[in-house]
């Protein structure tokens, strides 16, 4: 069965990790793609990558190399997709940073770049959307926070303030747009095996393993099924909530 059978999708970071992860599952099931990164290597070879998983020969997919926190390079490409496409369906913010430090030695360079990137990036594209949306009286809006927004981190203040505020931001939006047909809502992916952890030191590893009840750390296909599940008609009754999928860590 194909959940998104000409859908139109834009992922934001989904040239690696889990946005490409999402990109090859919604591309499996019928949607045209659109994925936004900065980095044009990796944008090459994960277009590949979701052009292997398409389904039928009639499936679009294209990349913009994209700062998503400059709300005219957002405009822009939505525009284009818009003007191309003739509408998008499910916009899913996934871009994301971190610049761990303890409060007291981060630099308010850090703050800001992760707050702009994670959290401003959402506002962007949301704004950008909510109106093409409206119009078409229907949308769908994931955005990928973290469990680290629902239980905070000792030396990531600035992570979890970006992830938290994506929770509430969500719920908020979700209020203002369900009238129109609009659903918003969260996944909270736990520890995923992502370039995000890999560099994660191996003591490290063992004790975020020792907190998970399921004793592994989850694959960015786990959190693909999520928004698949949540972007598709079997989520059409759901708005305003928070999915997560960490292995039972956070209950």
């Not at 959290?119 to 229907?138: D, E, H, I, Q």
Request: neutral net charge; proline residues 3%.
């Amino acid at each position: 069965m194909q959940l998104l059978k000409g859908k139109t999708a834009l992922i934001t970071g989904g040239t690696a990790g889990i946005g490409k992860a999402i990109a090859c599952l919604y591309a499996q099931h019928g949607a045209h793609v659109a994925i936004l990164g900065t980095n044009q290597e990796r944008a090459a070879q994960a277009l590949q990558e979701i052009e292997a998983c398409k389904v039928d020969p009639e499936q679009k997919f294209t990349s913009f190399l994209v700062n998503v926190s400059n709300s005219k390079e957002v405009d822009e490409v939505v525009e284009k997709l818009l003007k191309d496409w003739g509408k998008i369906d499910i916009l899913v913010n996934n871009a994301g940073i971190t610049k761990d430090n303890l409060l007291m030695k981060m630099n308010e360079e850090d703050w800001d770049l992760v707050m702009d990137v994670n959290l401003k990036s959402v506002y962007n594209t949301c704004k950008s959307l909510t109106r093409p949306m409206m119009k078409a009286r229907g949308g769908i809006i994931i955005n990928i926070t973290s469990v680290i927004g629902l239980t905070g981190n000792a030396g990531q203040a600035n992570y979890a303030a970006s992830k938290s505020g994506m929770i509430g931001f969500t719920k908020s939006l979700a209020k203002e747009l369900a009238s129109r047909n609009i659903r918003a809502n969260c996944i909270a992916p736990g520890y995923i095996e992502t370039q995000m952890t890999a560099s994660l030191p191996e003591p490290v590893k063992e004790a975020i393993l020792t907190k998970i009840p399921m004793s592994r750390i989850g694959n960015p296909r786990d959190i693909a099924h999520a928004a698949l599940f949540l972007a598709s008609d079997l989520a059409g009754y759901i708005t305003g909530q928070v999915l997560t999928v960490d292995g039972g860590m956070v209950m």
